[in-house]
């Protein structure tokens, strides 16, 4: 936490870490915030307002329960997904990312939550 590349590790554990555990996916297109990553510019506007009609054409599955891309992820992988993060140390060192994370926010007076909060955003603007 005492260098800027260590204090990013947060930022990629709330998004595409905690992604995988909730979605099955890394990127998923329902949570990517527009804000946040402008270099996608209209791109990924249009892609969110018009995701339905065109992941629907592209033949995907999008968060239907059925093969196929996009599909939504069943509980049951969704759990799997949760014991290889246990097996393997991912669940703990996703726990000391926030732990250690938050003691360094405590240390910049900055305030220390959950997803987008202040840390959160101090890190990925920093």
Known sequence: MESEQGRKQLAVKRTVGDHILKYGYC???DEVDN???PEQGPVWNW???NRDS???RLGTSYK???SGTLR???EESLNDLKKIFDETGGTTRF???EKYSSEKAKELKIDFKEGK????KFLYEE
């Open 27 to 29: 990127v998923y297109i």
């Open 35 to 37: 804000d946040m990553y």
């Open 47 to 49: 892609l969110r307002e």
């Open 54 to 56: 065109m992941l629907e």
């Open 64 to 66: 239907k329960d059925q």
């Open 72 to 74: 939504k992820t069943s």
């Open 95 to 97: 726990e000391k990312i």
């Open 117 to 120: 909060d202040d840390y959160f």
